[in-house]
């Protein structure tokens, strides 16, 4: 298998059984295969759940069971460790039948005591309507860029020379394939042969194997928050997946290491760099003026345009930012609440929405697009202009237990999914009779970039105050 050529994407739908062993069958001959599955019938597979041990490796084909739970998290993550010419699998029961299926992925956000023959199995309908959309031919994407491998590799080998020579704090970001890992690590061995000390940190030590496994000479791997409980002496530090760090920490670590590499993945599985990088430079501009911004972006282990990334892209809106925003001063603001049927309806919707909440919220994952269309006890409330989304904020519906059951939240014996808040002023704050209380808790809110500072965020707040008057709900409460 060659970095030059397309992976392939197959999806098998019917019985589970039927399913699997086609899938066996089609591989017989490949040999590192990863399959994604809680079947008993596939002797090595790997829950959804436990895939983060298997990042930082490379496979020749995959296997994904959504029999199993449709992880998008994990679908986004694993794919990235599909090499190029490599073929990923996709199983599922037909495609009539799937928006029904009692996916177990759903429990991730179902709040008691919804059950998963509530859900309504719109993010599924829009994942199918996606899938049968043609993708665009692999000779004509091969084509496009077959000879830019050479260009990238210069790529890198200049942004590895601009780490190694810099002063100053470096920003380094990119998405997924496109050798941000291998960088840092070329980096940290040139910079270590020349006498410097070499600190690398990430949010697990499993996150940074690629980093290892290009540096011939290793540099010293700590936790974030060991780093700053020590201190340990060191010319260089080197941040990998910085957007999944808390923002404050970061800054910590750039006051107490002047000459620092904060990298991070742009469009992927763990939320949006993209967002992370606007508040983060801004802070960073703060404490290093002259900071240097790189960027790798054509992909080293797969082709550019690379079908598989094409369809995971659109699938699961990695891509997606917020819209230039044209505002006129002269024309009111409306406020609107959206239903779920409107953004599986109208996909400009959806990707307006999605792009200022990846936008201004970097955590944001591909999961929680999925919570967006399926969760019953969650409403949408927008500000508009001339169809422009200026805010957002997403409400979460809690509380309203009857007297048996708040008595035994508060004694500790009962912990209903999903209901943060009745069960913080309960349990803990030991506030008897809070959990029979209703609540609508405000789980995200955003205002644009380019509209902050106007009072906007006050405004839909109050908007958010009047509608959980209407729902008869007790208190509004942010978490």
């Known amino acids: 298998m060659s970095t030059d050529q397309a992976r392939q994407f197959l999806h098998l739908t019917g019985s589970q059984e039927d399913c699997l062993r086609v899938a066996h069958n089609r591989l ?47 679908l986004a993550a694993v794919s990235g460790t599909l090499r190029g010419g490599g073929l990923f699998i996709l199983l599922s029961p037909p495609l009539e039948q799937w928006p029904q299926f009692p996916d177990p992925a759903y429990q991730r956000f179902l ?21 049968q959309k043609p993708i665009p031919p692999q000779q004509a994407l091969q084509l496009a860029k077959q000879t830019s491998i050479d260009v990238q590799a210069d790529r890198q080998a200049d942004v590895v020379a601009k780490l190694v020579n810099t002063e100053t704090a470096s920003v380094l970001t990119a998405d997924r394939g496109r050798g941000k890992s291998a960088a840092l690590g070329l980096a940290a061995s040139q910079l270590i042969a020349q006498g410097n000390r070499v ?39 080197m ?47 703060q404490i290093y003026p002259q900071w240097q911004d790189l960027h790798l972006e054509q992909p080293l282990r797969w082709p550019y345009n690379d079908p598989l990334e094409t369809l995971l892209y659109r699938l699961l809106l ?8 044209q505002f006129d001063p002269k024309v009111d603001l409306e406020y609107r609440q959206l239903q779920q049927e409107q953004l599986l309806a ?54 309203g237990f009857d007297p048996e059951l708040g008595q035994a939240i508060y004694a500790g014996q009962r912990r209903p999914h999903g209901h943060l808040v009745p069960q913080t002023l309960t349990f803990h704050a030991q506030l008897l009779g809070a959990a029979e209380l209703v609540c609508e808790r ?38």
Request: net charge neutral; proline share 5%.
């Open 111 to 131: 709040s008691y005591p919804y059950t998963a023959a509530q859900v309504k199995g719109l993010f599924l309908k829009r994942f199918i309507r996606l899938l």
């Open 442 to 479: 405000i789980m995200r809110i955003a205002v644009h970039p380019s509209m902050q500072g106007q009072g906007l965020g006050s405004r839909l707040i109050q908007a958010l105050i009047r509608y959980a008057s209407l729902q008869k709900a007790d208190y509004l409460a942010v978490s």
């Open 28 to 74: 017989i001959n490949y040999s590192a295969v990863l399959w994604v599955s809680t079947a008993a019938l596939i002797h090595g597979a790997v829950p959804a759940h436990k895939t983060a041990g298997v990042l930082g490796r490379e496979f020749e084909a995959i296997v994904f069971d959504a029999f199993s739970g449709l992880a998008v998290n994990a």
């Open 318 to 325: 990695l891509d997606v930012e917020a819209i230039a925003i």
């Open 239 to 285: 941040v990998d997946e910085a957007a999944a760090i808390p923002l404050p920490l970061l800054l910590k670590l750039a006051h107490a290491y002047p000459r620092c590499v904060f990298a991070t993945t742009l469009h992927g599985y763990e939320g949006s760099g993209r967002g992370f990088v606007l508040r983060f430079q801004q802070a960073l501009s």
């Open 199 to 237: 600190l690398l940190t990430a949010p697990a030590r499993a996150a940074v194997e690629a980093v290892f496994k290009h540096a011939e000479l290793a540099p010293e791997f700590y936790a974030p928050d060991a780093i700053l409980r020590h201190l340990p002496q060191a010319e260089v530090l």
């Open 346 to 399: 109208h996909e400009d919707l959806l990707q307006q929405l999605w792009g200022l909440l990846v936008t201004a919220h970097y955590q944001t994952r591909p999961s929680d697009l999925q919570q967006i269309l399926d969760a019953p006890n969650l409403s949408i409330h927008v500000l508009q202009q001339n169809q422009q989304i200026l805010a957002v904020a997403l409400l979460s519906q809690e509380g």
